[in-house]
């Protein structure tokens, strides 16, 4: 009999390279929004690149200017980059699946 006793490391889901529009504002404080694009997506989550950095942990509202996506989300990750910005990883509350394929699907 054999078992495989390899752990599942790694996302649950294969990201999708993309540049969305998005909007980003604190639970605490809704009119401080900041205007992103993502640089990769899946229906569970999103990196984006920020001009500040955020708390691990933290919630966020995120919402597409179309609306098609409005949810909140909280952030997994947050990571300086070469230029002064921060990728920001952030996992949804729900899967999002009706507006990535929206997204994938834009012709514009």
């Not at 999708?16 to 809704?30: F, G, K, N, Y």
């Amino acid at each position: 009999m054999t078992y495989n006793t390899s752990m599942r490391s790694g996302r649950l889901e294969k990201r999708t390279w993309l540049a969305v529009p998005l909007q980003i504002s604190s639970l605490h404080d809704s009119t401080a929004i900041e205007r992103t694009t993502t640089e990769n997506v899946c229906s569970l989550g999103i990196r984006a690149v920020m001009g500040r950095p955020r708390e691990l942990g933290e919630r966020l509202f995120v919402k597409s200017p179309d609306g098609a996506l409005q949810t909140l989300a909280r952030v997994v990750y947050c990571q300086r980059l070469s230029d002064g910005r921060y990728g920001v990883g952030f996992q949804f509350q729900q899967k999002a699946t009706n507006w990535l394929k929206k997204s994938l699907t834009r012709t514009d």
